[in-house]
């Protein structure tokens, strides 16, 4: 906002943020950047090709040189790859459908049911710390919990005599700065791993090194904890102090909520028996059945839960895992009737990934050229040299990589088109530099990701949930 608008002079902090904003509303379209990126990395590759850059790999130890993507050869790898390139990038697949599964549920009303319903009767001692742990645990539904979280952090807030702004900040930071962490395994976790897995595929070799879908789940875990403590913690000594007691102007009143009737009561209980069903089965078949095999020792009938049938194929079961307490609900509350409005409701939810298509086609083009360059590996190598050279291989390596994924976020604050960029670097490099598994390069990332969230365009206008809840 500019000083003409507020009447009041501007601080430096405010002035930087809102220069901030203006870059990243001059960045093209997600799509539109990885079209630039791969323009350049083709210059890129021809200005190398003709100066004969060369880079040692060291998974084998051969010496490669940089392909030219003007070239020949460049012209039919590129005919014979571009549309295996797009249906082969795997994060396509998974965030369809886990977006599919996890829609259903929010099309069928049991997300904000649920919400609505947890979010009542909170003690006000506990009230921030609760609204913090249900914001983290809520990007499990994606963007829906930044959505509904906190205009209803802000109706409690209020009858617990409390400002309701305080109430909305409180849901707004614990979603946007606890981004990703969850108790549960969720479709960030598949796109994330699925984007490094391809990495290390380029750099290693396929199947030399797995990165599985529940690589990060400990710290993830953890992470919400320590994060729900954290944002609670500051909202109640800190924001709330700074708003005080709320009086509601005179003719202002909150706007008054859907009430939770009987037969939404009737619907979660349901919902909740279908998903106890669903998971003993699940786990008697991994205790006793067949998704407890450790894959690739059948025959010697070797189980565990790690490299199991249940790891290798997660996304799936936790597909079903959505989709059935959503259509179970949608049934039973008559906010699905039939087959067809279960068909028509899927259709809906499809229908907004348009964009997030155009940007797999663009993004996948970019990667597989970067790969097939052999740039990344050009880049993966150098910068591990350089930083053995250096000594900075150890901690202060690590702080500086998460604050400059925190920094990228500001401009960039796609999480998927961020590690598309950096993983097949930061991974490569990392691993040779300080001998870091892929899947804790994926952590620090995701650390830094997070960090920077409630000051990017990623983030939830305020006055968007304010409209929401009534108050303007």
């Known amino acids: 906002m500019s000083e003409q608008a507020t009447g009041t002079k501007l601080s430096l902090f405010q002035r930087m943020l809102n220069r901030v904003e203006k870059i990243c509303n001059k960045l093209p379209a997600p799509g539109i950047l990885f079209l630039i990126l791969f323009v350049i990395t083709a210059v890129l590759s021809l200005v190398l090709s003709l100066a004969r850059v060369s880079v040692i790999q060291p998974a084998t130890g ?15 790898w590129f005919l014979g790859n571009m549309i295996p390139n797009f249906t082969s990038f795997p994060p396509l697949g998974i965030v369809l459908v886990m977006t599919m599964a996890v829609g259903i549920c929010e099309e069928a009303g049991l997300i904000e049911t649920l919400l609505r319903r947890e979010m009542k009767g909170i003690p006000p001692k506990l009230l921030p710390y609760a609204v913090a742990f249900i914001s983290i645990i809520g990007n499990l539904a994606s963007d829906t919990a930044g959505i509904i979280v906190p205009p209803m952090a802000g109706l409690l807030y209020l009858a617990a005599g409390r400002h309701p702004i305080a109430g909305m900040i409180c849901g707004y930071a614990g979603f946007q700065a606890g981004f990703s962490a969850n108790l549960m395994i969720s479709g960030t976790d598949g796109l994330l791993s699925a984007v490094t897995q391809k990495a290390v595929d380029a750099f290693l070799g396929a199947g030399v090194m797995t990165v599985d879908i529940a690589c990060n789940w400990y710290f993830m875990a953890a992470s919400t904890v320590l994060g729900t403590l954290v944002v609670g913690f500051a909202c109640d000594k800190l924001v709330d102090r700074y708003f005080g007691p709320y009086a ?67 996304v799936t079961v936790l597909t079903f895992f959505f989709a059935i307490p959503g259509i179970v609900y949608g049934l039973v509350s008559g906010s699905i009737k039939g087959a067809g409005a279960l068909y028509q409701s899927m259709c809906k939810i499809l229908g907004r990934m348009g964009s997030y298509l155009a940007f797999c086609f663009f993004c996948a083009q970019f990667q597989q050229l970067f790969s097939w360059t052999r740039i990344d590996t050009l880049l993966a190598v150098s910068g591990a040299n350089l930083l053995r050279s250096t000594g900075f291989t ?49 952590i620090f990332y995701r650390i830094g990701d997070s960090a920077t969230n409630a000051f990017t365009c990623h983030a939830l206008p305020l006055g968007h949930a304010q409209e929401r809840a009534g108050y303007v």
């Open 62 to 76: 051969a010496e490669m040189t940089i392909r030219n993507f003007f070239s020949q050869e460049g012209l039919y």
């Open 248 to 314: 509601a102007p005179a003719g202002i009143h909150a706007r008054e909520e859907k009430p939770f009737t009987e037969r939404d009561r009737k619907a979660l209980h349901w919902a909740g028996i279908s998903t106890m069903l669903f998971i003993g089965l699940i786990a008697a078949a991994t205790v006793w059945g067949p998704l407890g095999i450790i894959v690739g020792q059948e025959e010697a009938g070797a189980r565990g839960f790690v490299g199991s049938y249940l790891l290798k194929n997660l």
């Open 394 to 442: 150890g901690f202060g390596m690590i702080v500086v990589f998460i604050l400059f994924s925190g920094f990228v976020n500001i401009f960039i604050s796609s999480a998927s088109a961020k590690w598309a960029i950096l993983a097949p670097v930061f991974i490569p490099m990392l691993l040779m530099a300080g001998g870091y598994h892929p899947a804790m390069t994926q």
